[in-house]
C-alpha cells in the first residue's frame, strides 16, 4: 500500500476541504493518505518546527503540498514550513519522492500559478518527481474548470461573514482525482 502525505495549510477552511477531497481519492484506491496540517503553534520566533512532521513525511511514498494563494503566492505560514524542510534538502531526504500542488483562492485568477509554481520549484530542488493534474476541463461536471494543469486550483468567492468554508463541487472533485493519480503513480513507482 502506498502512502501519500498531504502538508497543508489552510487560513480559512477551503485548502482543508480540499486536502480532505485529495486523501479520499488516494484511499479510494487502496492507498494511504497522512493529512498535516500546519498551524501557527508550529511556529515560533519566525520559524516553524515539528520533527514528527518532518519524519510522517520522510517516510511516505509521496507528498502532496497545499496552500491558499495570499497575494500571489504561497502563505507565510506554508512558506516556514518550507524553509525548516532545508535539513531534508541537504541530506536529500525526499529525493525520488512524486510530488504534487494543489492550492485555492477568493479569485478565478488569483495568480494561483505563481504558487503552483513555487511548490513545484520546492520540490524540484528537493529532487522530487512532480505530477501534474492530467484531468481535461469539463463545463458539466466542474473538474478542471479553472484549466489547469501543473496542480489543483480552486476558488470560491470571498465570504467574510463568518459563514462555513464552501469549495465548488468540481473543485473537490478535482482534487479526488489528483489524489487518485498520486496514488498511482506512487504505487508504479513503488514497482
Not at 500500500?1 to 482543508?16: L, N, P, R, W
Not at 520559524?47 to 507565510?76: E, H, N, Q, V
Request: contains cysteine; negative net charge.
Amino acid at each position: 500500500m502506498v502512502s501519500i502525505a498531504i502538508v497543508y495549510f489552510s487560513g480559512q477552511g477551503h485548502t482543508k476541504l480540499m486536502a480532505e477531497a485529495l486523501a479520499e481519492g488516494v484511499t479510494s484506491t487502496g492507498g494511504e493518505a497522512q493529512l498535516l496540517r500546519i498551524t501557527g503553534e508550529q511556529i515560533a520566533n519566525g520559524r516553524w518546527k515539528d520533527d514528527a512532521m518532518l519524519a510522517t513525511l520522510g517516510a511516505a511514498d509521496g507528498i502532496a503540498f497545499g496552500s491558499p494563494t495570499y497575494m500571489g503566492g504561497i502563505a507565510g505560514q506554508f512558506k516556514c514550513f518550507l524553509d525548516a524542510a532545508s535539513a531534508t534538502w541537504f541530506q536529500q531526504g525526499w529525493k525520488d519522492k512524486i510530488a504534487g500542488g494543489f492550492t485555492h483562492s477568493g479569485s478565478p485568477n488569483g495568480d494561483k500559478q505563481g504558487t503552483l509554481l513555487y511548490l513545484a520549484i520546492n520540490a524540484a530542488q528537493h529532487g522530487m518527481i512532480w505530477v501534474g493534474l492530467t484531468d481535461m476541463p469539463d463545463p458539466e461536471t466542474g473538474v478542471n474548470r479553472l484549466g489547469s494543469f501543473m496542480g489543483v486550483m480552486g476558488y470560491s468567492d470571498l465570504d467574510m461573514s463568518g459563514a462555513p468554508s464552501k469549495v465548488e463541487p468540481g473543485d473537490l472533485e478535482s482534487a479526488k482525482l489528483y489524489g487518485q493519480r498520486l496514488a498511482a503513480i506512487a504505487s508504479k513507482m513503488a514497482g
